[in-house]
Protein backbone atom coordinates (compact mmCIF):
# COMPACT_ATOMS: atom_id res chain seq x y z
CA UNK A 1 0.00 0.00 0.00
CA UNK A 2 1.85 3.37 -1.53
CA UNK A 3 -0.05 5.12 1.41
CA UNK A 4 2.11 2.62 4.66
CA UNK A 5 5.15 2.31 2.22
CA UNK A 6 8.69 3.85 3.00
CA UNK A 7 11.45 3.81 0.56
CA UNK A 8 15.12 4.11 2.27
CA UNK A 9 18.61 4.18 0.96
CA UNK A 10 22.01 4.85 1.55
CA UNK A 11 25.48 6.25 0.10
CA UNK A 12 27.17 3.13 1.79
CA UNK A 13 26.27 1.07 -1.01
CA UNK A 14 26.69 3.44 -4.10
CA UNK A 15 29.40 5.56 -2.93
CA UNK A 16 31.61 4.31 0.12
CA UNK A 17 31.03 1.50 2.82
CA UNK A 18 30.58 3.06 6.18
CA UNK A 19 29.68 6.40 4.58
CA UNK A 20 26.34 6.68 6.73
CA UNK A 21 23.70 9.25 5.18
CA UNK A 22 20.78 8.41 3.41
CA UNK A 23 17.27 9.16 2.54
CA UNK A 24 13.48 8.54 3.22
CA UNK A 25 10.91 8.86 0.56
CA UNK A 26 7.04 8.09 1.34
CA UNK A 27 4.07 9.85 2.59
CA UNK A 28 4.77 12.94 4.77
CA UNK A 29 2.73 11.90 7.62
CA UNK A 30 5.34 8.97 8.24
CA UNK A 31 7.99 10.79 7.33
CA UNK A 32 7.28 13.44 9.81
CA UNK A 33 7.33 10.92 12.67
CA UNK A 34 10.62 9.73 11.45
CA UNK A 35 12.27 13.32 10.77
CA UNK A 36 11.24 13.49 14.33
CA UNK A 37 12.87 10.27 15.79
CA UNK A 38 16.08 10.69 13.75
CA UNK A 39 16.39 14.62 15.08
CA UNK A 40 16.27 12.92 18.75
CA UNK A 41 19.59 10.76 17.88
CA UNK A 42 21.29 13.59 16.49
CA UNK A 43 20.69 17.26 15.38
CA UNK A 44 22.08 16.86 11.92
CA UNK A 45 24.13 14.82 9.51
CA UNK A 46 27.93 15.96 9.31
CA UNK A 47 28.11 19.05 7.26
CA UNK A 48 30.81 17.54 5.53
CA UNK A 49 29.16 13.99 4.51
CA UNK A 50 26.08 15.96 3.40
CA UNK A 51 28.51 18.27 0.92
CA UNK A 52 30.54 15.31 -0.10
CA UNK A 53 26.99 13.34 -1.42
CA UNK A 54 25.59 16.69 -2.98
CA UNK A 55 29.18 17.14 -5.12
CA UNK A 56 29.11 12.71 -6.09
CA UNK A 57 25.49 13.52 -7.42
CA UNK A 58 25.74 16.57 -9.23
CA UNK A 59 29.26 15.98 -10.47
CA UNK A 60 27.94 13.06 -12.62
CA UNK A 61 29.89 10.44 -10.61
CA UNK A 62 27.00 9.46 -9.00
CA UNK A 63 25.73 8.18 -12.38
CA UNK A 64 29.00 7.21 -14.00
CA UNK A 65 29.78 4.81 -10.84
CA UNK A 66 26.30 3.21 -10.84
CA UNK A 67 26.64 2.20 -14.82
CA UNK A 68 30.22 0.56 -13.69
CA UNK A 69 28.81 -1.20 -10.33
CA UNK A 70 25.71 -2.34 -12.01
CA UNK A 71 27.89 -4.14 -15.35
CA UNK A 72 30.13 -5.25 -12.58
CA UNK A 73 27.83 -7.04 -10.33
CA UNK A 74 25.96 -8.31 -13.39
CA UNK A 75 28.37 -10.14 -14.52
CA UNK A 76 29.41 -12.08 -11.27
CA UNK A 77 25.68 -12.47 -10.92
CA UNK A 78 25.50 -14.01 -14.52
CA UNK A 79 28.46 -16.13 -13.84
CA UNK A 80 27.14 -17.46 -10.15
CA UNK A 81 23.87 -18.51 -11.97
CA UNK A 82 25.93 -20.46 -15.05
CA UNK A 83 27.48 -21.75 -11.94
CA UNK A 84 24.12 -23.20 -10.87
CA UNK A 85 23.52 -24.33 -13.78
CA UNK A 86 26.44 -26.38 -13.99
CA UNK A 87 26.54 -27.90 -10.75
CA UNK A 88 23.46 -27.79 -8.76
CA UNK A 89 21.62 -31.13 -8.55
CA UNK A 90 18.11 -31.63 -9.58
CA UNK A 91 14.92 -30.08 -7.56
CA UNK A 92 17.04 -26.95 -6.78
CA UNK A 93 16.08 -23.73 -8.36
CA UNK A 94 17.13 -20.47 -7.86
CA UNK A 95 16.18 -16.67 -8.23
CA UNK A 96 17.46 -14.36 -11.20
CA UNK A 97 17.56 -10.87 -9.84
CA UNK A 98 17.49 -7.57 -11.30
CA UNK A 99 18.45 -6.04 -8.48
CA UNK A 100 21.08 -6.37 -5.46
CA UNK A 101 24.02 -9.03 -4.58
CA UNK A 102 22.48 -11.91 -3.60
CA UNK A 103 20.15 -14.67 -4.66
CA UNK A 104 18.07 -17.33 -3.21
CA UNK A 105 17.85 -21.21 -3.84
CA UNK A 106 15.02 -23.62 -3.19
CA UNK A 107 15.79 -26.55 -2.33
CA UNK A 108 13.53 -29.70 -2.35
CA UNK A 109 11.41 -29.82 0.76
CA UNK A 110 13.03 -33.17 1.94
CA UNK A 111 16.22 -30.53 3.10
CA UNK A 112 16.09 -27.99 6.09
CA UNK A 113 18.98 -25.47 5.30
CA UNK A 114 19.09 -24.02 9.16
CA UNK A 115 20.05 -28.16 9.43
CA UNK A 116 22.27 -28.28 6.68
CA UNK A 117 24.33 -24.75 7.61
CA UNK A 118 27.30 -26.18 10.09
CA UNK A 119 27.82 -28.98 7.55
CA UNK A 120 28.43 -26.75 4.86
CA UNK A 121 30.58 -24.23 7.14
CA UNK A 122 32.57 -27.54 7.95
CA UNK A 123 33.15 -27.87 4.45
CA UNK A 124 33.88 -23.93 3.67
CA UNK A 125 30.91 -22.47 2.46
CA UNK A 126 28.70 -20.29 4.01
CA UNK A 127 25.35 -18.73 3.47
CA UNK A 128 22.16 -17.37 5.15
CA UNK A 129 19.40 -19.77 5.36
CA UNK A 130 16.03 -18.26 4.47
CA UNK A 131 14.01 -18.98 7.06
CA UNK A 132 15.78 -16.18 8.98
CA UNK A 133 13.92 -13.20 6.46
CA UNK A 134 10.53 -14.58 7.48
CA UNK A 135 9.55 -13.44 11.28
CA UNK A 136 7.92 -16.84 11.98
CA UNK A 137 10.83 -18.76 10.47
CA UNK A 138 8.79 -20.73 7.19
CA UNK A 139 11.21 -20.69 4.10
CA UNK A 140 13.91 -23.19 6.26
CA UNK A 141 14.52 -24.77 2.53
CA UNK A 142 15.56 -21.62 0.91
CA UNK A 143 19.09 -20.25 1.71
CA UNK A 144 20.60 -16.69 0.61
CA UNK A 145 23.54 -16.76 -1.16
CA UNK A 146 26.10 -13.75 -1.94
CA UNK A 147 27.91 -13.15 -5.41
CA UNK A 148 29.50 -9.73 -4.96
CA UNK A 149 32.95 -10.72 -3.13
CA UNK A 150 33.90 -13.49 -4.54
CA UNK A 151 36.81 -14.17 -7.42
CA UNK A 152 35.51 -16.63 -10.26
CA UNK A 153 37.53 -19.78 -8.70
CA UNK A 154 36.51 -18.89 -5.55
CA UNK A 155 32.99 -18.77 -6.76
CA UNK A 156 33.08 -22.00 -8.51
CA UNK A 157 34.47 -23.87 -5.78
CA UNK A 158 32.20 -22.74 -3.55
CA UNK A 159 29.20 -23.46 -5.78
CA UNK A 160 30.49 -27.29 -6.35
CA UNK A 161 30.97 -27.67 -2.74
CA UNK A 162 27.69 -26.48 -1.44
CA UNK A 163 26.09 -28.62 -4.73
CA UNK A 164 28.23 -31.76 -2.99
CA UNK A 165 26.77 -30.54 0.45
CA UNK A 166 23.04 -30.66 -0.89
CA UNK A 167 23.73 -34.09 -2.69
CA UNK A 168 24.61 -35.82 0.36
Avoid at 13 to 32: M, N, Q, S, T, V
Avoid at 82 to 89: D, G, H, R, V
Avoid at 128 to 146: C, E, I, Q, T
Wanted: net charge negative; proline share 5%.
Amino acid sequence: APERTIHLGSFSKIFAPGFRLGWAIGPEELLDSIYVCKQSLDLCPPVLDQYLAAEFMSSGALDRNLKKSIAYYKEKRDYMIALLEKYMPEGVSWTHPEGGLFLFLTLPDSIDTVSLYDKALSAGVAYVAGSFFYPDGSHRKAMRLNFSFLDKNKMENGIKILSEVITH
